[in-house]
């Protein structure tokens, strides 16, 4: 078992920034990538970004220049550092890990509010 924990998340002006945290614990060992997803009111679950236990990363096209992800393996944590916020950006912001089983492990979530 993995668990998740995320943190960062608040409200903000458009143009802000925020940086999300998602700490894990557990089987962390069995842990092959990490990721952030996000999800708007009435919409679906997206891909916001990804990093591997290489470091190899994977953006959204909407989010690509904007938002970084890192991850530092000493601590278990995943950070997503999110800049040039838009309003569109409004969602919960989910830390999803994928296991070397193929078993996917989600976090309770952070709310992203962004202002006009």
């Known amino acids: 078992q993995v668990q998740l924990v995320e943190s960062g998340g608040g409200l903000v002006q458009a143009g802000g920034s925020l940086r999300l945290s998602c700490a894990a614990s557990?089987?962390?060992?069995?842990?092959?990538?990490m990721g952030w997803y996000r999800q708007a009111p009435g919409k679906q679950r997206t891909l916001v970004a990804t990093?591997?236990?290489?470091?190899?990363?994977n953006y959204a096209d909407s989010v690509r220049g904007r938002f970084t992800i890192s991850r530092d393996n000493a601590k278990n944590t995943v950070y997503l550092q999110v800049n040039s916020l838009k309003p569109e950006d409004t969602a919960v912001y989910y830390c999803?890990?994928?296991?070397?089983?193929?078993?996917?492990?989600w976090g309770q979530g952070t709310q992203v509010t962004v202002s006009s």
């Open positions: 990093i591997t236990t290489g470091g190899y990363t």
């Open positions: 557990g089987s962390i060992f069995s842990i092959n990538s």
């Open positions: 999803q890990a994928g296991a070397t089983s193929g078993r996917t492990y």
